[in-house]
């Protein structure tokens, strides 16, 4: 295994130590929080919404994970790579907490995100091979598809907001962050179509107020 690669463990897996922490502070009482370099900001600073939406997004793929663990071969493999996606946003979020410009550039170095473009080139790898036996359509797909298929789009919109999210960010963390970010939304996109035609279910598309179908090409 590459030192790029991630192999997802389980608690019980890893060495484990008494809960001596507590999981309140008080120190965000008065309205502000700490970045990974120990300043201090406003919770509605810019920085914490790009981690509250990076943190939504992956609450959103665990419970992805949850309608589609147990439901065969095929989407098993589409659970791990969830799960990696999932330790990868934390990475994310620990490149945000860290702006390029802080005192402390042993900590920015210790946050660098995925400087050879490597997780960024797998996304675009898994969609390559997930998207060939996907069904054509000249129409808007709504959302739909199943339980797991519609969480995945919820997931995917939860992204694009996290994107947003991380523009008044862009010189404060490394491009490849942004680029990780952007690239997820069409991964997730093309998984929930995956997902909705691996299951069986069907997928509705768009149609206009008066009845009429909207095709691309026309």
């Known amino acids: 295994m590459s030192q790029n690669e ?39 600073d810019a920085v914490f919404e790009a981690l509250g939406a990076t943190d939504e ?28 996606i999932q330790c990868l946003l934390q990475d994310v979020g620990s490149n945000v907490a860290t702006p390029l410009g802080s005192k402390s ?11 050879d473009a490597h997780h960024s080139a797998n996304l675009e790898t898994w969609i390559d091979e ?16 199943g339980l797991a298929a519609s969480t995945l789009h919820v997931a ?16 404060d963390i490394d491009a490849e962050t942004f680029t990780f970010v952007n690239r997820l939304s069409d991964f997730l996109f093309v998984a929930a179509r995956w997902t909705a035609m691996v299951h069986g279910a ?4 768009y149609v206009h107020q008066q009845g009429r179908v909207t095709e691309f090409d026309k």
């Open 6 to 44: 991630i192999e997802i463990k389980s608690p019980d897996e890893v060495k484990s130590y008494p809960a001596t922490m507590k999981v309140y502070t008080r120190t965000g009482d008065k309205g502000t929080s700490a970045l990974f370099t120990g300043e201090r900001r406003s919770k509605d």
């Open 57 to 84: 997004l992956s609450s959103t793929l665990g419970l992805a994970v949850a309608h589609l663990e147990n439901q065969g071969e095929k989407t098993e493999v589409l659970v791990k790579r969830l799960e990696i």
């Open 105 to 115: 550039q042993a900590k920015v170095k210790r946050t660098r995100f995925d400087k």
């Open 130 to 145: 997930m998207s060939p036996d996907l069904p054509v359509h000249r129409s808007f797909i709504l959302p739909s598809g």
């Open 156 to 171: 995917r919109t939860v992204c694009r907001r996290a994107e947003r999210s991380l523009v008044p960010l862009l010189d």
């Open 202 to 205: 069907t997928e509705k598309i």
